[in-house]
């Protein structure tokens, strides 16, 4: 999913899903057992994480290793958000 203007908080994630609270609405979805809501927030997050675990590990694979444990973890700490940023930052 390509988004067009201006991009939020170092994040690669168009302002308009920030500032508009759609990132925080996915959380909430999420934490109410959405799949999908998670989905959509792996499909905004996945890109930018891969290539900033990427620059890290100079290593395809431990790169998606990485990306995928991080998104478990993710998953499995979505009970604790606090939720008072406008945007997660990357």
Do not use: P, W
């Not at 996915?26 to 927030?41: T, W, Y």
């Amino acid at each position: 999913m390509m988004h067009s203007g201006k991009l939020c908080c170092d994040t690669g994630i168009a302002e308009r899903d920030c500032t508009s609270g759609r990132v925080g609405e996915l959380v909430v979805a999420a934490r109410a057992g959405s799949s999908a809501a998670f989905e959509e927030l792996q499909k905004l997050y996945s890109n930018r994480l891969y290539k900033r675990i990427l620059s890290i590990t100079r290593n395809h694979e431990d790169a998606e290793d990485a990306l995928q444990d991080t998104f478990m973890r993710a998953y499995l700490a979505l009970n604790s958000f606090q939720g008072d940023r406008t945007c997660l930052r990357g």
